[in-house]
């Protein structure tokens, strides 16, 4: 369509009613969360007076601290150590040349997109073999090796990016393949190791099903499981539910906005490039 | 570290007159390197990833409740999945949930990235982030969101109607059969489409804009030129869209178990959340039937792989 007067009020009139309708759910959700706990049934839709005792009481009643920086513990670990593996492994499928390169890299990539709904018995199972099971270690590892792959594809094209005479001027200089790596191409790989962090966070962030499968114990819990549990008992505490919702969202809309343009970037990346 | 002591017993070994242009003392720590760096994210790939993959496969032709050994059954659990009438059910429903889902998704991605590329850049960064946003929340926060909205006594929707006096649609949502498929449908896309929208905005972009003069020179009306610019040239992007769409609707499961758990009596069950069940149990006391249930992720992983092979298959096509 091209940018006319015309096209670009009819564009408008279409998308502002659309728009109201996809954030509503959040608005109500804020909307909800401010009310006071006797008004959900028959109060007004637009609630006359505004209270904060429900984040209060999300806040304490459900450990939300706790649960919140298991979260962000096993966020952190999970980025740093996807991030290490693929970088790594990402850089040598891009520049190093050894033998069967080809061969293992689409090993890799046959099982990229094979989802967790379909291992988790096989994964929970292993777990339990190592006696890793409900242990945040487990889930750590089962987070890190599931992500490093799809991870490594993506560093593989930032790598892939850069000239090949960057690195083999450095060979000539006499750096040894490791320094050449730390000293020359990660500082220049800033924008993909950005792109992954933020991948990387949003998804381990949010992950559900394996947190509920391998974790049984509480305090061990990440917020995911936790707010679904909730749900179960909460289902008519409604302000309180829905202020756990908006303060494990928090983050997420944080990063999101902070980092837009990498983020944007990346899941470009992430789909363009397969 | 290793990699470094060797690349610098190399230079010792051979002195001042090592030439990297004779190549192999490089080429051989390149290989070290290369296997060095390769090797942790191939041996987690082995152990969590290709070894699951292999396991369940085997774990789909045994019947095994989780304690002594498997016992071989065969394709039995195959042949039971054909007579399983709930199984029947959940494959239909995750085949119909991915086919309505992928095609309103596509649909409607394209349509919206077309018209915010067309306010672009006054209002667009305000209705891309709306519209973004809720594909950045978990699939729990937007399940446990939609649940409180379908609630049937003091649900949002409902009160809604009550609201403008359209009592006689109010409705328990996700409680009937009927209700309970476009009731996710519409949760998957305020989810999904954010992320298509992005994807096809690139895509826009990536059009000569001198196609579009040549065309208006040549006059073709903005349908015309949606029809025959916009739309071949998205080819690619289509095809990605179309495949993870299908991707995400093989392996859906974080909504359905969430805001329904498969009910009612299984009306939304898919396969996801069919196998957890059979696995996992959602009832105490039942016994698992891992072997059964393995059947099912093996099915969920071969349509995950006709998925992926689709997206070859239309981007091979689109490139001739």
Same mark, same amino acid.
């Given at each position: 369509?091209?940018?006319?007067?015309?096209?670009?009020?009819? =564009?408008?009139?279409?998308?502002?009613?659309?728009?109201?309708? *996809?954030?509503?759910?959040?608005?109500?959700?804020?909307?909800?969360?401010?009310?006071?706990?006797?008004?959900?049934?028959?109060?007004?839709?637009?609630?006359?007076?505004?209270?904060?005792?429900?984040?209060?009481?999300?806040?304490?009643?459900?450990?939300?601290?706790?649960?919140?920086?298991?979260?962000?513990?096993?966020?952190?670990?999970?980025?740093?150590?996807?991030?290490?593996?693929?970088?790594?492994?990402?850089? =040598?499928?891009?520049?190093?040349?050894?033998?069967?390169?080809?061969?293992?890299?689409?090993?890799?990539?046959?099982?990229?997109? *094979?989802?967790?709904?379909?291992?988790?018995?096989?994964?929970?199972?292993?777990?339990?073999?190592?006696?890793?099971?409900?242990?945040?270690?487990?889930?750590?590892? %089962?987070?890190?090796?599931?992500?490093?792959?799809?991870?490594?594809?993506?560093?593989?094209?930032?790598?892939?990016?850069?000239?090949?005479?960057?690195?083999?001027?450095?060979?000539?200089?006499?750096?040894?393949?490791?320094?050449?790596?730390?000293?020359?191409?990660?500082?220049?790989?800033?924008?993909?190791?950005?792109?992954?962090?933020?991948?990387?966070?949003?998804?381990?962030?949010?992950?559900?099903?394996?947190?509920?499968?391998?974790?049984?114990?509480?305090?061990?819990?990440?917020?995911?499981?936790?707010?679904?549990?909730?749900?179960?008992?909460?289902?008519?505490?409604?302000? =309180? %539910?829905? =202020?756990?919702?908006?303060?494990?969202?928090?983050?997420?809309?944080?990063?999101?906005?902070?980092?837009?343009?990498?983020?944007?970037?990346?899941? *470009?990346?992430?789909?363009?490039?397969? | 570290?290793?990699?470094?002591?060797?690349?610098?017993?190399?230079?010792?070994?051979?002195?001042?007159?090592?030439?990297?242009?004779?190549?192999?003392? $490089?080429?051989?720590?390149?290989?070290?390197?290369?296997?060095?760096?390769?090797?942790?994210?191939?041996?987690?790939? $082995?152990?969590?990833?290709?070894?699951?993959?292999?396991?369940?496969?085997?774990?789909?032709?045994?019947?095994?409740?989780?304690?002594?050994?498997?016992?071989?059954?065969?394709?039995?659990?195959?042949?039971?999945?054909?007579?399983?009438?709930?199984?029947?059910?959940?494959?239909?429903?995750?085949?119909?949930? !991915?086919?309505?889902?992928?095609?309103?998704?596509?649909?409607?991605?394209?349509?919206?990235?077309?018209?915010?590329?067309?306010?672009?850049?006054?209002?667009?960064? &305000?209705?891309?982030?709306?519209?973004?946003?809720?594909?950045? &929340?978990?699939?729990? &926060?937007?399940?446990?969101?939609?649940?409180?909205?379908?609630?049937?006594?003091?649900?949002?929707?409902?009160?809604?109607?009550?609201?403008?006096?359209?009592?006689?649609?109010?409705?328990?949502?996700?409680?009937?059969?009927?209700?309970?498929?476009?009731?996710?449908?519409?949760?998957?896309?305020?989810?999904?489409?954010?992320?298509?929208?992005?994807?096809?905005?690139?895509?826009?972009?990536?059009?000569?804009?001198?196609?579009?003069?040549?065309?208006?020179?040549?006059?073709?009306?903005?349908?015309?030129?949606?029809?025959?610019?916009?739309?071949?040239?998205?080819?690619?992007?289509?095809?990605?869209?179309?495949?993870?769409?299908?991707?995400?609707?093989?392996?859906?499961?974080?909504?359905?178990?969430?805001? !329904?758990?498969?009910?009612?009596?299984?009306?939304?069950?898919?396969?996801?959340?069919?196998?957890?069940?059979?696995?996992?149990?959602?009832?105490?006391?039942?016994?698992?039937?891992?072997?059964?249930?393995?059947?099912?992720?093996? &099915?969920?992983?071969?349509?995950?792989?006709?998925?992926?092979?689709?997206?070859?298959?239309?981007?091979?096509?689109?490139?001739?």
């Amino acid at each position: 369509m091209r940018k006319t007067a015309f096209g670009k009020s009819f =564009a408008t009139f279409v998308l502002f009613p659309f728009c109201v309708l *996809m954030a509503f759910p959040f608005g109500w959700m804020l909307l909800t969360s401010l009310r006071e706990q006797n008004t959900i049934f028959n109060g007004p839709i637009i609630p006359r007076k505004f209270t904060g005792a429900a984040y209060h009481e999300a806040w304490t009643s459900i450990e939300f601290p706790l649960h919140f920086w298991n979260s962000v513990w096993i966020t952190s670990v999970t980025v740093i150590g996807v991030l290490v593996f693929a970088t790594l492994s990402g850089y =040598a499928f891009a520049k190093l040349d050894f033998p069967f390169r080809n061969t293992l890299f689409v090993l890799l990539l046959t099982t990229l997109m *094979m989802p967790s709904t379909a291992l988790i018995i096989p994964l929970y199972l292993e777990l339990k073999s190592f006696g890793l099971l409900d242990s945040q270690a487990g889930l750590l590892v %089962l987070y890190i090796s599931g992500s490093a792959p799809f991870a490594m594809f993506l560093m593989r094209a930032f790598f892939q990016t850069l000239p090949d005479e960057l690195v083999e001027a450095a060979r000539v200089d006499g750096g040894s393949e490791l320094t050449i790596f730390r000293r020359v191409i990660l500082p220049l790989t800033r924008p993909g190791i950005a792109t992954v962090v933020i991948f990387q966070f949003l998804s381990t962030w949010n992950e559900f099903l394996i947190a509920n499968t391998v974790l049984r114990n509480t305090d061990s819990l990440p917020l995911q499981p936790v707010l679904f549990t909730l749900m179960g008992q909460y289902s008519t505490n409604w302000p =309180a %539910l829905t =202020a756990g919702l908006t303060l494990s969202v928090v983050p997420v809309v944080i990063v999101y906005v902070r980092m837009q343009r990498q983020f944007v970037a990346g899941m *470009m990346l992430g789909a363009v490039k397969n | 570290m290793a990699t470094a002591l060797s690349r610098e017993d190399v230079v010792r070994r051979s002195g001042e007159r090592t030439s990297y242009r004779f190549g192999s003392p $490089l080429r051989k720590s390149q290989r070290v390197a290369g296997y060095l760096f390769v090797l942790p994210t191939f041996a987690l790939f $082995l152990a969590f990833v290709l070894w699951p993959i292999l396991y369940t496969a085997y774990l789909s032709l045994t019947s095994w409740g989780g304690f002594g050994a498997p016992r071989f059954v065969n394709f039995d659990n195959y042949s039971r999945m054909l007579h399983d009438p709930v199984a029947r059910r959940a494959l239909i429903v995750t085949l119909v949930l !991915t086919g309505v889902t992928t095609a309103i998704l596509t649909f409607l991605g394209l349509v919206t990235a077309v018209l915010v590329n067309v306010i672009w850049p006054k209002v667009g960064v &305000v209705v891309r982030t709306i519209l973004f946003i809720p594909g950045i &929340v978990s699939f729990v &926060v937007s399940a446990v969101l939609w649940k409180l909205i379908y609630d049937p006594n003091i649900g949002t929707l409902n009160r809604l109607l009550g609201a403008i006096g359209l009592d006689s649609l109010q409705h328990p949502w996700l409680a009937d059969h009927k209700t309970v498929l476009p009731a996710i449908v519409v949760v998957t896309v305020w989810g999904g489409l954010g992320f298509n929208m992005l994807i096809y905005s690139a895509g826009l972009q990536s059009i000569d804009p001198n196609l579009y003069e040549a065309a208006a020179m040549d006059g073709a009306n903005t349908v015309q030129q949606f029809r025959h610019i916009t739309v071949p040239s998205l080819r690619i992007v289509t095809g990605l869209i179309v495949s993870l769409g299908l991707l995400n609707g093989f392996k859906a499961f974080d909504v359905i178990f969430v805001m !329904t758990g498969g009910g009612p009596n299984h009306g939304s069950e898919v396969l996801g959340t069919y196998l957890y069940s059979l696995a996992f149990g959602t009832t105490s006391g039942s016994i698992p039937q891992l072997g059964y249930a393995s059947a099912f992720s093996v &099915v969920t992983m071969v349509l995950c792989t006709l998925a992926v092979i689709a997206q070859l298959w239309l981007t091979r096509r689109a490139d001739r």
